[in-house]
């Protein structure tokens, strides 16, 4: 039966801290399917297999590239899949293909890792008994200011993702909900900050920052 090993890199970028597992999965797989080719050339250095057969997969794949992936899959013994950070299928490519390889009979099997997702909930402070994940805030327009509205009325803590250039911008957006939050800024790395507060507090705080974030909103 062919195999699927959905596996998580480091959330900071630091490749030092990848887990030998991964190395040991991507030097044994007889297929790479990564987001970005940067990202996965390095990852295919580090483990001593640089000319192994690789598939992109990322928000520019049509659902014939999926396909086309899906195929290859079930004509080798095992593939790995890898995000550019953190674990895969979680707000990033692509859970469709886990799906579709379900579907066909592929064995699908995790080599678990870090998420910013999880590690920015555990420095919050906020309840974390119950959460709800919602994604990255829409761009623009009364979609983007329902997504706002929807959690300030919230009752549960809420968190969601944001672009790196977007990080003043989106608290701006957000200023008149009357919440604490908490911001975990590049996180595992040296330079990694979590700023819990008020709002309009948090931006004074974090004027000229351009790096990932995670905010988590209390309920």
Known sequence: MPKLIVAALPIDGQWKKIDPRVIETVQGCDLLIAEERKTAKRLLAVSGCPDKPLELLNEHSSDSNRAEIVKKIKEVCCTALVSDAGTPCIADPDYRLVDQCIKDGVEVLSLPGASSITAALSVSGFPSDRFIFLGFPPKKGETRRRFFTNLENSR?????????????????????????ISVSIDIGSENAVNIRGHIASILKQIEGRKAAFVVVVSP
Do not use: G, N
Request: aromatic share 8%; charged share 35%; net charge positive.
């Open 156 to 180: 549960i803590t809420s968190i969601f993702l944001e672009r790196p250039y977007a990080l003043k911008r989106t608290l701006e957006d957000m200023v008149h909900i009357r919440k604490d």
